[in-house]
């Protein structure tokens, strides 16, 4: 069992609650994730099971698309629906008016984490301080949104669902209080659906269901994707026998190429990533066994 395994995650499951079943129904400790979604969340969550568990913090396209839905006139502790609401503001929001305030949150930006995430500081996720009634400084972090468009109104009052674009780390709990401050009012996020998760989209992804009635007639593997489909972005290097001997063994190669990161593949197997610099290439990680 070596590959990425895209879950279309169901509402009501943490991310480790999706790890914990599969773990068990695919019998390998080795399953890992990039990219967290709240329970209240669904949508495509790629999972880097056996080998490719070493694929997770290495470069690859990490941005994510969501279809959100705001509620308008209703805060709560939480920015969503796990939690009562604290504030209630009377008037509805039109759609002329939320897309006048959408361009205007386009580009790199900041975001404060909010109390209730699985963020640490100081070694003790915001959330175990937020249940306490507690409040911890924190640090904005860097984010970036690429798009932001209104799409219609969402299944109740004051709704409406809203594409976007964005990079890794960003709230939309967080986004959703900012454009509605933005409007003078308050609102939640009341449904949340990861549409894509760096190359991966809701085509790529399977029902829990599904995995789990593959797994049980022993057939989970054939909804693996590749290891290498992770860097799908990198430029492609089909390396000759002894460049691939050497990346084998960690022999630093000098090779005509411009610099940079490469997939590397030999005799059409993907072998691993390498760095290009100054013409030396050196391998950077091995998805295959070495060779003597």
């Known amino acids: 069992m070596n590959g990425i395994l895209i879950v279309d995650k169901p509402a009501g499951w943490t ?17 890992g994730h990039s990219g967290t979604l709240d329970p209240l969340a669904t949508g495509v969550l790629p999972l880097f099971v056996g080998g490719a568990v070493k694929a997770v913090d290495l470069p690859q396209n990490h941005q994510k698309s969501y279809l959100a839905t705001l509620r308008f006139g209703v805060h709560t502790p939480t920015g969503d629906l796990e939690s009562e609401p604290d504030e209630l503001r009377p008037g509805a929001v039109r759609r002329e008016q939320l897309a006048a305030v959408l361009p205007g949150f386009l580009g790199p930006g900041e975001q404060l984490p909010p109390m209730y995430s699985a963020v640490k ?26 798009s932001l468009e209104c799409v219609g109104p969402g299944a109740g009052e004051n709704e409406w669902q809203v594409a976007v674009r964005c990079s890794k780390g ?14 003078g009012t ?17 085509e790529d992804a ?42 084998w063994h960690g022999a630093p190669t000098h090779v005509r190429l411009a610099d940079g990161l490469y997939r590397v593949y030999a005799e059409g197997a993907f072998l691993g990533l390498a760095s290009a610099e100054e013409r030396v290439v050196r391998v950077k990680k091995l998805f295959c066994e070495r060779q003597d």
């Open 170 to 183: 960003t709230y939309i709990r967080v986004l959703v209080e900012q454009i509605a401050e933005r409007l």
């Open 15 to 31: 991310s480790f609650d999706v790890i914990a079943k599969l773990r068990g129904a695919l019998h390998t400790r080795k399953i």
């Open 121 to 146: 500081v100081n070694g003790q996720p915001l959330y175990k301080a937020a249940r306490a009634g507690r409040q911890v400084e924190r640090k904005a972090r860097p984010i970036e949104i690429f």
């Open 186 to 202: 308050v609102a939640v996020m009341s449904g949340l659906r990861r549409t894509a998760s760096g190359d991966f989209t809701l």
């Open 206 to 247: 399977h029902p829990m269901e599904e995995i789990l009635a593959r797994a049980a007639q022993g057939r989970a593997e054939e909804l693996l994707l590749p290891v290498d489909s992770v860097f799908a972005a990198l430029p492609r290097l089909d390396a000759s026998a002894e460049l691939a001997s050497r990346l």
